[in-house]
């Protein structure tokens, strides 16, 4: 019953924004940490934000001063803003937690449907 709900996905021109949105729906005990991943066609996918139940942020490389992740704990929901977007950029976005979902079920990994970005002149 446990799953992420992604939104904001969508086709824009190099240079434009996107904010993307996931919610965790069901019944959840704890979210240990939230990120959010990418796969563009040929490739792996890779990680490209995550952010800890503690607040700790990590952001790759090839983001890093353009997307900015956070946190809405109380909604138990994750944001990405996407500025100054690439034509690199355009792959399908993932959403991802770590969470545990009883008090007595194992910790284990959760994935969102993916939602696509396009980004093309």
């Known amino acids: 019953q446990v799953q992420l709900v992604e939104s904001g996905g969508g086709s824009v021109q190099p240079g434009g924004s996107l904010r993307l949105a996931c919610a965790a729906s069901g019944s959840i005990f704890y979210i240990f940490s939230m990120g959010w991943y990418r796969q563009a066609p040929g490739k792996e996918r890779e990680s490209v934000a995550t952010i800890t139940s503690s607040g700790e942020i990590n952001y790759a490389d090839s983001v890093k001063g353009r997307f900015t992740i956070s946190r809405d704990t109380a909604k138990k929901s994750m944001y990405l803003e996407m500025n100054s977007l690439k034509p690199e950029d355009m792959a399908v976005y993932y959403c991802?937690?770590?969470?545990?979902?009883?008090?007595?079920?194992?910790?284990?990994?959760?994935w969102g449907q993916g939602t696509q970005v396009t980004v093309s002149s």
């Open positions: 991802y937690a770590r969470m545990r979902v009883t008090r007595t079920s194992v910790i284990d990994n959760y």
